[in-house]
């Protein structure tokens, strides 16, 4: 990751991977969700945090094919599920900290590059990328229905 800080006229802004980088909504999932999707760019360093693998950050991610709702980020899992969720009750800032802080890891779906984690209804996949000072980034990647996936 070759991170970066551009100088504005009010402030620095530090840039990532997945563009602006936003620190202070570490350990606010719902706040950085919702700035997130106003925003439509960037990341929120630890937002989430679970006791089993540290702090996750929300990236907002992309739409690559929205006939197919494919894509990664925070973008895809409102694209393809914010509507499931919803009729679950839930808006998706209050559903994604709960989901990924009380669902399952599920150590035979996981591997070096993604952790899983389940629900009795849903799987979310936090993506983990090595970089080449030795740490290691993590991040939400998607979402999805279990129950509607064959198994």
């Given at each position: 990751?070759?991170?970066?800080?551009?100088?504005?006229?009010?402030?620095?802004?530090?840039?990532?991977?997945?563009?602006?980088?936003?620190?202070?909504?570490?350990?606010?999932?719902?706040?950085?969700?919702?700035?997130?999707?106003?925003?439509?760019?960037?990341?929120?360093?630890?937002?989430?945090?679970?006791?089993?693998?540290?702090?996750?950050?929300?990236?907002?991610?992309?739409?690559?094919?929205?006939?197919?709702?494919?894509?990664?980020?925070?973008?895809?899992?409102?694209?393809?599920?914010?509507?499931e969720?919803?009729?679950?009750?839930?808006n998706?800032?209050?559903?994604?900290p709960?989901?990924?802080?009380?669902?399952?890891?599920?150590?035979?779906?996981?591997?070096?590059?993604?952790?899983?984690?389940?629900?009795?209804?849903?799987?979310?996949?936090?993506?983990?990328?090595?970089?080449?000072?030795?740490?290691?980034?993590?991040?939400?990647?998607?979402?999805?229905?279990?129950?509607?996936?064959?198994?």
């Amino acid at each position: 990751m070759n991170d970066k800080r551009i100088e504005t006229k009010n402030a620095l802004i530090e840039t990532g991977k997945f563009g602006p980088v936003y620190r202070q909504f570490a350990g606010k999932p719902k706040e950085a969700i919702i700035f997130l999707r106003e925003n439509k760019n960037g990341e929120c360093i630890a937002a989430l945090h679970r006791n089993d693998i540290g702090d996750i950050d929300i990236v907002w991610g992309e739409i690559s094919d929205p006939v197919k709702h494919k894509g990664f980020g925070l973008a895809h899992i409102i694209d393809k599920h914010e509507l499931e969720i919803n009729r679950l009750g839930f808006n998706i800032e209050d559903f994604i900290p709960i989901v990924v802080q009380f669902g399952n890891f599920n150590l035979k779906k996981s591997d070096d590059q993604k952790k899983v984690f389940e629900s009795e209804t849903f799987r979310f996949i936090i993506a983990l990328e090595n970089s080449s000072n030795g740490t290691t980034k993590k991040w939400l990647l998607t979402a999805f229905d279990i129950i509607k996936r064959p198994k």
